[in-house]
């Protein structure tokens, strides 16, 4: 039987010189889940637009379930203007507010992530205060909760991510992040040291600590497993660190070892990155 996760948050246009690709983290973790093989279902909002027409159509091209996908008559679909000039280091200016801003929880959501094996949130889709009270409403489900940071300034507020983390099982950061938090709790800035405060202060079972061209690690009860990554050309860096999480998270729902856990979420970001826009399509055999 296939294994259900549902990922809440943004869905969007990504706007880059070259022209709007679709984009969102949640989307991208979803869509990446849904071609490895995983029950995914997205938990988002678009605009009553043609812009939110067209992402519609797109996901159906990739024969995503949109069930949970909630079309906002009052508020647009939205929009980030991309600033891609170094390819590894991209800038966004996320449009405010959209209708994914917006997420009004419903009982068929719910039931969702009641039965899902993994449920995936982050900090961009709860700006707004309704998206995030639908959110606290089902993180009480008591599923696998995985809170990808994905810090994206302004938009965050560290009262909402202390709160999101005390739902936290599995926790991905970035190296950014990582500092930022060190900031946040005026504590060292290695990983040894924020890993082991968030471990000591939260209930999470593990943290999946990315760091670009060095690879990425997963820290579990004080013990540091490390993994260099794979070299590759970068086309640009949108959507690698989604592509990881996906393939850490059907590896890890598939029972594997940690460290081919780790291995296959750094191959999938790898490829990713290799690739021009946040989803491109793949099979398991082109890794």
Known sequence: MKKKTVIFGEMLWDCLPAGAVPGGAPMNVALNLHQLGLDSRLISAVGHDSDGEKLIDFLKMFDLPLDLIQVNEEHETSKVLVNDDDPENIKYTIVSPVAWDFIHWNTEMDKAVAVADA???????????????????????????????????????????????????????????????????????????????????????????????????????????????????????????????????KTYLDNEPLEQVLDFACKLGAFVASKKGGTPRFAISDL
């Open 119 to 249: 449920f995936v949130f982050g900090t961009l889709g709860v700006r707004n205060s309704e998206s995030l009270t639908t959110l606290l409403k089902l993180l009480h489900h008591k599923t696998l909760r995985i809170f990808d940071v994905n810090f994206r300034p302004p938009y965050y507020d560290f009262e909402i991510i202390e709160t999101l983390l005390a739902f936290t099982d599995i926790l991905k950061i970035n190296e950014d992040e990582l500092d930022i938090f060190a900031d946040y709790f005026d504590i060292d800035s290695s990983v040894e040291r924020v890993c082991a405060h968030l471990d000591q202060h939260y209930p999470m079972d593990l943290i999946c600590v990315t760091q670009g061209s060095k690879g990425a690690l997963l820290y579990k009860a004080g013990k540091i497993i490390r993994h260099p990554g794979y070299q590759v050309k970068v086309a640009d860096s949108i959507g690698a660190g989604d592509a990881f999480l996906s393939g850490f998270i």
